[in-house]
């Protein structure tokens, strides 16, 4: 059984950036969406670790983050958190994109 630490540290990332904006802007909307979407992300590496095949969960919530956060970006102009998150989400989206349409396949930890 697989186990995607790149999903992982991916919802780990969200959760932290949520997080952090909180803890620097005292914004409660930031904690709530990164621990929301951090969640979410998370339990989707935790099925794609049980069923490679299993990311559809993964892949959309990345597609609404990249877009949600990709809009800040472009309406903001600042890179950080909007700008990486946003990077990092359309990486996620074709890496799943990209495993769907079997371009890559899933390889098992032996």
């Not at 186990?3 to 909307?29: E, K």
């Not at 970006?73 to 769907?100: C, D, H, Q």
């Amino acid at each position: 059984m697989p186990i995607d630490f790149l999903s992982f540290a991916y919802a780990a990332t969200v959760a932290t950036g949520g997080i952090v904006g909180y803890a620097r802007a005292g914004s409660v909307p930031s904690l709530g969406a990164g621990l929301l979407f951090g969640s979410i992300l998370c339990y989707g590496a935790y099925q794609t670790s049980q069923n490679p095949n299993n990311f559809m969960l993964l892949l959309g919530t990345s597609a609404a983050l990249g877009g949600l956060m990709g809009f800040r970006f472009y309406n903001s102009g600042k890179f950080m958190p909007a700008g990486l998150v946003t990077i990092l989400s359309v990486g996620m989206v074709l890496r799943f994109a990209a495993r769907s349409a079997g371009l890559i396949q899933a390889k098992p930890i032996e």
